[in-house]
């Protein structure tokens, strides 16, 4: 008996001696990075962190998959708190105030200068960095980017007399098309849309409308939100008549929307470019994409920059920030950006990638990858309204924009009282999140 | 300090009695009591999610939360929802218990038939009626279309709808648990009473009402308990799998509105407060519920 106790210990021993990590005897510097990216994505940061490490004998980077946007920002806050927190983080558009204010982070903009190199800032694509500058510099770096389009079904245009290569640009034609889809019998329902609360932020940022004042937040801390100004109220009735005449249908949050333009059901969807490569593959008919519809007589903007974006945590060793720093230098090689692109669908974040993708014709076998990329490169760069919106308690907001949107298609309340309920819940969150962050 | 009736009881030394109860109350202070004082605690702070910056704010955690439309609408929705899972869940579990309690064919059949249910995860559930229900694709809807001239059932728009759908996902997830208990219920009822019943001319309802409801008031009561902590707390599975919350906060209910102002919305201190008064209202609900239960309920045979 008192032989396997000690036969037990020994072996537990040599268990947690083998478990001692190489890298820790080789002497390497190892950083930890968590990201919310799993799935054909996921296996594409692995690929990515692998190749990494092969490359950098000196480095350990551990990827460490930690749940979805939300829990990974709650991770890491707890992370944060207690002293444990990764030396790099992926966190979320909608995040971005959270992590500027939050007192964790080293900008991004700073540490070339803090590990003795010199970068060019300029060879970002720059819709995509603006999203994330502060003051003129960039705090995070961004990672996997994407934006919103119109993905429509050509089939369902030619069962219903349309030209199949002819797109609603505006509005306007997006009704006068809805009307004949539904005429023709091939649809009950044309257009839905994915992330409805994000759509009606890019309805602002596509017309050069300002979502909140101190520009959207860009300059000092918003204060109060212009979901109500009439511009916003425009476009919930718009929506809402929509719905009444049985045009749009809403799909609920986020991808809920995604299974009924897969399965043929309507035949409009205005959804994230990270659907491209599911919503290409998932479906039997021939998926077109064009820019997001306009409203006629309003200036043009730009379509707002989602997904997310990395952050260095501060009070690191200079190794680690050495490490990290080699790291995102290795994400902007084009090569690197290249691959992600393709294995994922997010935008390319540096312009020589871009390039790189042109001449190896890789737009032309995949024009609708192209759409939205060409939609951010022809849109607006040069205001705060085009830059998309920046909000301290932006989620919580955003539930407000949903939970109007949803009363005014319901029919519960006019679209105006919906967005004056919402729009004076999220003044008063803002003005808790400014007296806490003064 | 200890006297001798002490020791005839706990023979051995005086101490060893705290000693064999020290790990289950340091696992209780550890993981219940010392969380639940800080979240008191918290529930009087506004902080940064990163806690850079806390401010004492007294009671105005508290106030704003009761104040709040959105507050009360989510009680109202949680209140309607445990009403729904109780009586309407609890009452179709008796009813098809009383069924499978027949001497048929089939019986283990049809027995096992309606328990799977519960053996779901929350998760496979919700997906399962989120599917049946999706406006455009759902089997639900279609059907609804086909029948009443291509009416749109949209519970994505539709929160009253989207209550009842989750009401009714909820309850059948339950009915297997509670099947099982009041089947084990009846079987405990000596066949005895209910043939004197019958000798005496009781019918079936008779029966019913005076033999079996009363003499499973001991199942009822526990089944009501727990369902009442099912649909308060652990309903939060099928809430965010199938409505987050929506359409417009309609299936919001306080577990998932807590769950999201904590975790979602790194609000530390509204969190607090709303757990603290979700605990006050349970404790409050428990208590009446076992003292007014157990008074009426019939132990002994």
């Not at chain 2, 929350?122 to 009416?151: H, K, N, Q, R």
Request: net charge positive.
């Amino acid at each position: 008996m008192k032989d396997i106790k000690w036969l037990l210990v020994g072996l537990a021993w040599a268990l947690s001696v083998c478990l001692v990590p190489q890298a820790a005897l080789a002497g390497k510097v190892q950083i930890t990075w968590w990201h919310a990216m799993s799935g054909s994505n996921g296996k594409v940061v692995d690929a990515i962190v692998k190749d990494f490490n092969a490359a950098h004998p000196d480095f350990e980077l551990k990827a460490l998959y930690s749940g979805s946007y939300e829990e990974t920002l709650t991770r890491y806050v707890t992370a944060y708190r207690s002293k444990t927190a990764p030396s790099l983080v992926q966190s979320y558009e909608v995040g971005t105030q959270t992590m500027l204010s939050s007192g964790a982070i080293v900008p991004v903009y700073q540490i070339p200068g803090m590990v003795g190199e010199k970068w060019d800032w300029a060879q970002y694509v720059i819709p995509i960095t603006n999203y994330y500058q502060s003051g003129g510099n960039l705090w995070s770096m961004p990672f996997n980017s994407s934006t919103a389009m119109l993905y429509y079904n050509k089939d369902l245009f030619a069962k219903a007399g349309l030209d199949p290569n002819r797109p609603p640009a505006t509005w306007e034609e997006l009704e006068a098309q809805g009307k004949k889809l539904l005429a023709s019998g091939a649809v009950k329902h044309a257009l839905s849309f994915g992330w409805p609360d994000w759509q009606f932020e890019q309805m602002f940022a596509t017309h050069n409308q300002l979502f909140a004042n101190n520009d959207n937040g860009r300059s000092r801390l918003a204060t109060k939100v212009l979901i109500n100004s009439a511009f916003g109220v425009k476009v919930l009735d718009m929506w809402v008549r929509l719905a009444k005449q049985g045009i749009f249908i809403y799909g609920g949050p986020e991808y809920s929307a995604n299974s009924a333009f897969q399965g043929g059901q309507i035949a409009m969807l205005m959804q994230s470019t990270s659907s491209l490569a599911g919503i290409t593959k998932g479906s039997k008919f021939k998926v077109g994409t064009a820019f997001l519809p306009r409203l006629e007589g309003y200036p043009s903007g730009n379509s707002v920059i989602g997904g997310a974006s990395l952050w260095v945590t501060k009070g690191q060793s200079k190794e680690q920030l050495r490490a990290v720093w080699a790291f995102l230098k290795y994400l902007a090689q084009p090569k690197v950006a290249v691959a992600w692109h393709k294995g994922t669908g997010y935008f390319p974040a540096v312009n020589a990638a871009v390039a790189d993708l042109l001449n190896e014709g890789w737009f032309s076998k995949d024009p609708n990858s192209l759409t939205a990329f060409l939609q951010i490169l022809s849109g607006r760069r040069d205001t705060a309204a085009a830059a998309g919106v920046r909000l301290g308690p932006f989620v919580q907001i955003r539930e407000f924009e949903r939970t109007a949107i949803e009363k005014a298609v319901a029919g519960q309340l006019s679209p105006k009282a919906a967005l004056d309920e919402a729009a004076r819940k999220a003044d008063q969150l803002l003005a808790d999140f400014a007296r806490l962050n003064p | 300090m200890a006297n001798a009736a002490d020791q005839e009881r706990f023979p051995g030394h005086p101490l060893l009695p705290y000693v064999l109860v020290l790990p289950s109350v340091a696992v209780i202070g550890v993981f219940l009591v010392v969380p639940f004082l800080q979240s008191v605690q918290d529930s009087f702070y506004a902080s940064t999610a990163f806690g850079t910056n806390t401010i004492y704010v007294g009671l105005r955690n508290y106030e704003r939360v009761l104040a709040s439309s959105d507050y009360r609408d989510s009680a109202l929705a949680t209140l309607l929802l445990s009403s729904f899972v109780i009586v309407v869940g609890l009452a179709l579990s008796l009813a098809i218990a009383q069924l499978l309690n027949q001497k048929i064919r089939g019986q283990g059949f049809y027995q096992v038939a309606f328990i799977w249910t519960y053996a779901l995860a929350p998760s496979v559930a919700g997906a399962i009626w989120a599917l049946m229900f999706a406006p455009a694709t759902g089997f639900v809807p279609f059907v609804v279309a086909e029948l009443f001239d291509d009416y749109v059932l949209n519970w994505m728009t539709n929160g009253d709808l989207a209550l009842l759908v989750v009401s009714v996902a909820a309850a059948w997830k339950m009915l297997g648990y509670n099947i099982v208990f009041f089947l084990a219920g009846l079987q405990n009822i000596p066949e005895e009473f209910v043939q004197a019943a019958k000798v005496d001319g009781a019918g079936p309802w008779r029966t019913f009402r005076d033999i079996t409801f009363p003499m499973l008031s001991p199942t009822t009561t526990f089944l009501l308990f727990v369902n009442t902590i099912y649909a308060f707390f652990q309903i939060f599975g099928l809430i965010d799998i199938m409505t987050r919350g929506g359409p417009g906060n309609a299936t919001n209910i306080l577990i998932y509105k807590l769950y999201r102002d904590a975790f979602l919305y790194l609000d530390a201190g509204a969190a607090s407060a709303q757990s603290i008064i979700i605990f006050v209202v349970i404790a409050v609900a428990g208590t009446i519920q076992l003292r007014f239960a157990t008074r009426k309920a019939i132990y002994a045979r």
